[in-house]
């Protein structure tokens, strides 16, 4: 089979996007002049039909399974990824969540093959690729930035990798078809990108991607120009579409709640390293850092130490002298530095010594009402403990509970349940 692997992308690349091949337009077929082409690493992929990861002559069907194994990467003396092992079971959605900075567009190119660890491993399907070519790995690459032809119709754009590798015509049909069909498109099959909204582009580029059948498709901020209403629709729809191929997707996005709507498994990076890897639920409800505390949903985090236990729980102590019940299961660590925590919608507040006695749970501290803001679905109150702790409580707003809105300097009792509370590591970050 002859394969002519230099598709075609026009003038101007996007943020992640490195040219480095470029085709003299006029010598292209098919391809107007006025473009300058040159190729993308997401069109760069593996012939189709032939789903397998090329490795020093072992060939296994790609099945998207990803494992990163002691990886770092350093420009100059600047550590960018920081000794990070991951494993990527193959068919999950994995999010890969951080500030800006953190690494994740490094990992995601490292995994493509777009950059080579300086230290460390990459498997693809259980074969080292560590030092392969990005098309000689059975994974896909969807950019922020679409990069579909203006001149092309939607179908075109999809089926133009095939063309090129000389796929044969009903092949191209029914898989160009199968795509479109895939995210949704087909009634638009004849349309040019010009005559679609951002998110119909955005569906596009991920039927392009899906048309060459990658083990895993890897997705670098792909709704990061979209505003947010359309941003929320294509996050169900893109989960779908996963869960319909049922091939791995990595997702990078620096959206937490993106993040916690698409993905089964999120890694939170910082710093180059993955703070914690989980569902949703477990980062949320254990977190093990004051990082992945605070970057998903808001933690009232207090500096505290463990002093002891009492029955299933331990202590928890704050800097203040203050003593909370945290159950074992929820102490992240016991040594080091640490905070106590619990989340604002835990909390229950009331004027001194008002709560019922079913309402006054076993943790209890007392503070001051600083300020507070209501928000339609509840109520914030930010106050102030003895210690000198600014803490957030949040109370539901369904008139059920807490009907008696709290001025600000009132004295309150908050109260929450063991249960609820958490301990957790503190790093440079708090
Ligand atoms: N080619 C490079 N040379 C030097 N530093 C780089 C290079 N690429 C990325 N970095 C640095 O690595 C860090 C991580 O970058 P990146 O992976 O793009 O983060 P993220 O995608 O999480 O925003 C940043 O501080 C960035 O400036
Ligand atoms: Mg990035």
New binding site residues.
């Given amino acids: 089979m002859s394969i002519n692997r230099t598709p075609v992308s026009y003038w101007p690349l996007g943020q992640?996007e490195r040219p480095w091949r470029a085709i003299d337009a006029r010598t292209t077929p098919g391809i107007g002049v006025r473009l300058k082409l040159v190729s993308t690493p997401e069109q760069l992929t593996p012939e189709p039909g032939l789903r397998t990861v090329e490795d020093g002559g072992a060939r296994a069907a790609a099945t998207g399974e990803i494992r990163l194994e002691g990886v770092s990467?350093f420009?100059?003396d600047?550590t960018?990824?920081d000794d990070l092992t991951l494993d990527i079971e193959p068919g999950s959605f994995y999010a890969?969540l951080?500030?800006?900075?953190?690494?994740?567009?490094?990992?995601?190119?490292m995994i493509g093959g777009f950059?080579v660890p300086s230290v460390g491993t990459v498997h693809l399907d259980g074969h080292d690729v560590t030092n392969l070519p990005p098309n000689k790995r059975a994974v896909n690459t969807v950019f922020q930035s679409y990069a579909l032809f203006p001149h092309l119709t939607v179908a075109k754009n999809v089926a133009f990798g095939m063309e090129r590798k000389g796929v044969n015509k009903a092949e191209i049909k029914r898989r160009t078809a199968e795509a479109l069909e895939s995210v949704q498109l087909a009634h638009l099959a004849e349309r040019r990108p010009a005559a679609l909204s951002g998110g119909q582009q955005q569906r596009v580029a991920l039927a392009r991607a899906l048309v060459n059948r990658p083990g895993a498709l890897l997705l670098?901020?792909p709704l990061g120009a979209l505003d947010l209403r359309l941003r929320r629709q294509l996050q169900v729809e893109i989960k779908k579409v996963q869960q319909e191929v049922g091939i791995t997707f990595v997702h990078?996005t620096?959206d937490q709640e993106e993040a916690m709507t698409m993905a089964d498994v999120i890694a939170v990076?910082n710093r180059?390293k993955i703070e914690q890897a989980g569902s949703a639920r477990e980062l949320y409800d254990y977190p093990s850092t004051a990082f992945v505390a605070n970057f998903l949903g808001q933690s009232n985090l207090v500096k505290a130490s463990i002093t002891g236990t009492d029955g299933d729980s331990s202590v928890a102590e704050t800097h203040d002298g203050q003593k909370f019940k945290v159950p074992t299961g929820r102490v992240a660590a016991t040594t080091g530095e640490l905070a106590v925590g619990v989340r604002p919608e835990k909390v229950w507040i009331s004027e001194l010594d008002a709560l019922d006695r079913e309402e006054r749970r076993c943790n209890r501290i007392r503070a001051t009402v600083i300020t507070s803001a209501f928000l339609g679905v509840s109520l914030e109150y930010h106050v102030k403990t003895p210690g000198g702790d600014e803490l957030i409580v949040t109370v539901q707003n369904n008139a059920r509970d807490q009907v008696d809105w709290l001025a600000d300097g009132t004295e309150v009792e908050l109260s929450w349940e063991p249960d609820h509370t958490f301990v957790v590591k503190v790093g440079a970050d708090v």
């Fill in positions: 992640n990467k420009y100059g600047v960018v990824i890969l951080g500030p800006s900075g953190c690494g994740k567009t490094t990992t995601l190119r950059e670098d901020e990078v620096h990076m180059g």
